[in-house]
């Protein structure tokens, strides 16, 4: 039986935290905007999209896009310089290849995704990355999910499953009726993942070895 992993990005197999944090900071500054928070109060939010992001951090609905677009712009520039893959992150896409396809579904924008991925040497190993751009809904709506079983063509016989670090991850996979692998090495909780899973594993090889020693159909 085919297997299908799709894999989240930020907190699953990458890195890029002092990217994204030093980021919001040069946003806020560049568009004068007088931030109060903490850095973990950016932290906690990574996963979800950037327009929710800076809404939940105090910035206004009517002008969160103007930050979206300062963000992407400084973000673009600096990401492959302070973005590495995770510790057994590599190990996990290697050995996932060799028995799955795989593709990823992020709330990041799928082209610095890719060029990230380029960047790390790895994106050779998935067939299609599917980003904020690509979707009206991102994550937690199963959009992005459809969206990318579709690209593969894959079929219901599939034993399909997401690897992701966060409850968007999760509610995503249950919402488009595949499973799903909860991992500790990103930005949620251990509490928090298994209100929507099963399945826990410390990170993304501990989830790929559970995935080739199991099958759901």
């Known amino acids: 039986m085919e297997k299908i992993i799709l894999f989240d990005l930020d907190g699953t197999l990458i890195d890029s935290t002092d990217a994204i944090v030093s980021t919001f900071h040069h946003t806020f500054e560049k ?23 800076f809404q939940e951090l105090g910035v206004e609905q009517e002008i969160v896009w103007d930050y979206v677009d300062a963000y992407r712009e400084r ?7 302070q973005t590495e893959l995770l510790e057994f992150a ?10 799955a396809r795989l593709s990823i579904v992020t709330t990041k924008t799928g082209l610095f995704s890719e060029q990230l991925l380029e960047h790390m040497n790895v994106m050779q190993y998935f067939e299609h990355v599917t980003g904020r751009e690509h979707v009206e809904n991102p994550k937690p709506h199963p959009e992005p999910i459809h969206r990318t079983l579709d690209l593969m063509e ?21 919402s488009a009726g595949i499973n799903s692998v909860g991992v500790l090495s990103g930005y949620g909780t251990e509490n928090s993942l298994k209100e929507h899973t099963s399945f ?8 790929v070895k559970l995935i080739k020693n199991i099958s759901t159909i």
């Open 90 to 99: 590599q190990e996990s896409i290697e050995l996932a290849k060799t028995f």
């Open 200 to 207: 826990i594993a410390k990170n993304s090889l501990d989830a």
């Open 154 to 174: 894959i079929k219901n016989t599939c034993d399909i499953w997401m690897i992701g670090d966060t409850e968007l991850d999760l509610i995503a996979a249950n």
């Open 75 to 81: 973000y673009r520039k600096i990401s492959k310089q």
């Open 31 to 53: 568009l004068d905007f007088d931030y109060n928070g903490t850095d973990e109060d950016i932290k906690i939010l990574i996963g979800h999209p950037l327009d929710i992001m």
